[in-house]
């Protein structure tokens, strides 16, 4: 059971906007920064989104983060077939584990 | 460029320890946090620690404390996670992690057959 909570699944088709959701507690989202990560099948995760809605360079402006209260949420825009790939949220939390992820979203580009 | 190197895939018993080394070069060693990260075949990712390469401070996942221990060798830009008292849960690949886990070492499979 994952502290942050995203859902299993998301797809779209080409071209599509698409939205990803993590929603946590006051203790992580709420207070501090949220990270994305995109994984393609066996690989390293890439970091996508750091501080909320930052993007590290090389990462196209299709992708974008945003937070409200304790969830964020991830969009991908334009959606591509290279985008098809499991996305987890990650945050530093207050509490007991100083990091959490998210259980992961897989992405289906139909 | 920034790279974190690991060490080779590992079978173990269980009850046995692993260690594995994340080498890192490209960049100043002791000015990053790093993290280590797990991932159980078709599972997700499982934060497990981070240390200061600096001072060597360390901070744990509950689950894992008094069973993991990361330590670093500054002479040689290297880090490393002991994961003691292996059962076959503990099957999972194994990443390093740089900083705000902006850069990821290539991971490293540790297998515990049951």
């Known amino acids: 059971q994952s502290v942050l909570t995203q859902p299993p699944s998301a797809s779209g088709t080409p071209g599509q906007r698409v939205t990803i959701s993590c929603s946590g507690s006051a203790s992580n989202i709420g207070t501090n920064y949220i990270y994305w990560y995109q994984q393609l099948p066996g690989t390293a995760p890439k970091l996508l989104i750091y501080?909320?809605?930052e993007r590290p360079s090389g990462v196209p402006d299709r992708f974008s983060g945003s937070k409200s209260g304790t969830s964020a949420s991830l969009a991908i825009s334009g959606l591509r077939s290279e985008d098809e790939a499991d996305y987890y949220c990650?945050?530093?939390?207050?509490?007991?584990?100083?990091?959490?992820f998210g259980g992961g979203t897989k992405l289906t580009v139909l | 460029q920034v790279q974190l190197l690991q060490s080779g895939a590992e079978v173990k018993k269980p009850g046995a320890s692993v260690k594995v080394s994340c080498k890192a070069s490209g960049y100043s060693f002791t000015t990053y946090y790093m993290h280590w990260v797990r991932q159980a075949p078709g599972q997700g990712l499982e934060w497990m620690g981070i240390?200061?390469?600096?001072?060597?401070?360390?901070s744990y996942a509950q689950k894992f404390q008094g069973r993991v221990t990361m330590t670093r060798d500054t002479s040689t830009s290297t880090l490393y996670m002991e994961l003691s008292s292996l059962r076959s849960e503990d099957t999972a690949v194994y990443y390093c992690?740089?900083?705000?886990?902006?850069?990821w070492g290539q991971g490293t499979t540790v297998t515990v057959p049951s």
């Open positions: 992690a740089k900083g705000n886990m902006d850069v």
């Open positions: 501080r909320n809605n």
């Open positions: 240390i200061n390469p600096g001072g060597g401070t360390t």
């Open positions: 990650a945050a530093w939390d207050d509490g007991l584990s100083p990091v959490v």
